[in-house]
């Protein structure tokens, strides 16, 4: 699992040995059952995992008490309420495990101190953030501005692997629709 999450970030930067062991040392390693909830709604999240296999939604209630699925993220990835992570603030959103999961687990305070000691992690830290929001906006721009058919076939196409493991209310959910609809764009996608 820790070769893997040096081959991750070594997608950002070049990491030296002495990197590599200070990573080490300050990931831990975790079981994460599923449907287990990695952070929840009204809960500081002072925790950033990074899963190698899997995937994570994020979900929300409406005012109507209605759940809302509002994103999924497919390993290898980081994951946290990047808000509640950053501001020490309650999360809005609850993130689950949708299988069980192995990952490694990394603290608010830890991440700080990687970031003050070593600049290299700064970077990988500021580089992560920024497709973090690439996705968001890219999944906020689907849904305004793509029709239900196009955005199912684009989930499709970049996460066969898993799109067959998300029950279908979650994937619904995600793009916006109903589950009729979603039904109806499958069988005429056959």
Sequence with gaps: ????????????VQLTDADIQMINEKF?????????????????????LFVNKGYVRFFHFDDNGTEITSDFYFAPTFVTTYTSFLTGLPSHVNVQ????????????NDLNELYERHPKFERVGRLIAESVA???????????????????????????????????QYIA?????????????RKSQL
């Design 134 to 168: 690439i996705h968001s906006e890219e999944h906020l721009f689907m849904l305004l501005n793509q029709p239900a058919g196009v955005r199912y076939r684009k989930l499709l196409e970049k996460y066969p692997l898993y799109i067959n493991t998300i029950p279908l």
């Design 28 to 48: 831990v390693y975790t079981k994460i059952k599923k449907n287990e909830l990695i952070a929840e709604n009204g809960k500081v999240c002072n925790r950033l």
């Design 97 to 108: 495990a949708m299988c069980n999961m192995e990952a490694l687990e990394l603290s608010k």
């Design 1 to 12: 699992m820790l070769e893997s999450l040096h081959s991750y970030l070594g997608n950002f």
């Design 173 to 185: 959910s995600y793009l916006g629709i109903t589950q009729e609809t979603l039904s109806r764009i």
